[in-house]
C-alpha cells in the first residue's frame, strides 16, 4: 500500500464506499421487501376480515330491526326491499372474508378461520332468512295490531334461538378475527 499513489488509494476507497453502499442499499431493498409483504398480509387479511365482520354485525342488526319495524305496523313492501338488500350485503360480507382469508397463508389459522367464517355464514343467514320468511308470510295478510301481535309471538319464540346461535358463532369469527388482526399488526411493525 506504500507503493500505491495518492490517486490510488482515492480511487480504492470510493470503490470500497460505493459496494458498501450497494450492500446497504441492497439490505435496505430487502427489508422493505419483506415489510411489504407483511403489510400486504395484515391489510388484505386481517383489516379487511375485520371490516367484514363489523359490516356483517351490522346488517344483521338491521334485518333484526326491519323484522321488528314491520311488525309494528310499518310498510312491508319498503322494509322487504331494504331486507333482501341486506342479505345480499351479508351474503357478499362473508364472501369477502373468505376470499381476504387466503392472503393469511397456510396453516392451522387459516383453516380455523375458514371453519369459523363457515359456521358463521350459516348462523347469521339461517336467523336472517327466517325473519325474511316470517316477514314474507305477511304479504296478503290484515296487518291488524292482533295479527302483528301473533306474528311478533311466533317471531320472538323461533328467532331467539337462530339469533343466539348466530351471535354465539359470530362472536368466536370476531375474536379470531381481532386476535389476527392484533398478532399480524405486530409481525408487521416488528
Not at 141 to 164: G, I, M, N, V
Request: net charge neutral; charged share 25%.
Amino acid at each position: 500500500m506504500k507503493n500505491l499513489s495518492l490517486k490510488t488509494k482515492f480511487g480504492a476507497l470510493a470503490v470500497l464506499i460505493i459496494v458498501g453502499n450497494l450492500v446497504t442499499l441492497g439490505l435496505t431493498l430487502f427489508a422493505t421487501s419483506s415489510f411489504g409483504d407483511r403489510f400486504s398480509s395484515f391489510y388484505k387479511a386481517g383489516v379487511e376480515i375485520q371490516r367484514q365482520t363489523l359490516a356483517v354485525a351490522r346488517d344483521a342488526n338491521y334485518v333484526s330491526r326491519l323484522s321488528r319495524s314491520i311488525m309494528l305496523g310499518d310498510d312491508l313492501q319498503k322494509n322487504l326491499l331494504d331486507m333482501d338488500k341486506t342479505i345480499d350485503r351479508i351474503r357478499a360480507g362473508f364472501t369477502a372474508m373468505t376470499a381476504a382469508s387466503r392472503f393469511i397463508g397456510s396453516g392451522d389459522f387459516q383453516r380455523q378461520i375458514n371453519k369459523e367464517i363457515e359456521a358463521s355464514q350459516i348462523d347469521t343467514l339461517a336467523f336472517v332468512a327466517d325473519a325474511r320468511e316470517r316477514m314474507k308470510a305477511l304479504e296478503g295478510t290484515t296487518q291488524s295490531p292482533e295479527s302483528l301481535h301473533a306474528a311478533w309471538t311466533a317471531y320472538h319464540k323461533a328467532a331467539t334461538p337462530l339469533a343466539e346461535t348466530a351471535r354465539d358463532s359470530f362472536k368466536i369469527l370476531s375474536e379470531s378475527a381481532a386476535h389476527y388482526l392484533e398478532s399480524s399488526r405486530e409481525d408487521t411493525v416488528s
